[in-house]
């Protein structure tokens, strides 16, 4: 079994920055990818940042420019650097991982979540 632990979220006034930290753990084969998510109250999910195996790296429209994605491959870490936060940026924000691991004596791929961590910018 894979989990998703996230670290970093808090609050912050508007133009601030905060770092957030998810960590993989368990049978771990290879990591296909890692990325961040967020849930405003009332929206759906969506996509922030992603990074991939192969080290393409997709951002939404709305962070381009502020957040930045990054991995340490030995760890099974990816941060999310966030920069120049806006009201907007509130949400709890969500790890998620496509790891392919071991459960039991096979492996395969599955998706997994953090539990989310808060981020709240004030204005």
């Known amino acids: 079994q894979v989990q998703l632990v996230e670290s970093g979220g808090g609050l912050v006034q508007a133009g601030g920055s905060l770092r957030l930290s998810c960590a993989a753990s368990g049978s771990i084969v290879m990591i296909n990818a890692m990325g961040w998510y967020r849930q405003a109250p009332g929206k759906q999910r969506e996509l922030v940042a992603a990074?991939?195996?192969?080290?393409?790296?997709k951002y939404a429209d709305s962070v381009k420019g502020r957040f930045t994605i990054s991995r340490d491959i030995a760890k099974n870490t990816v941060y999310l650097e966030m920069n120049s936060l806006k009201p907007e940026d509130t949400a709890v924000y969500y790890c998620?991982?496509?790891?392919?691991?071991?459960?039991?004596?096979?492996?395969?791929?599955?998706?997994?979540w953090g539990q989310g961590t808060q981020v709240t910018v004030s204005s």
């Open positions: 998620n991982a496509d790891v392919k691991a071991f459960y039991g004596v096979n492996y395969y791929s599955r998706i997994s």
């Open positions: 990074i991939i195996s192969g080290g393409d790296i």
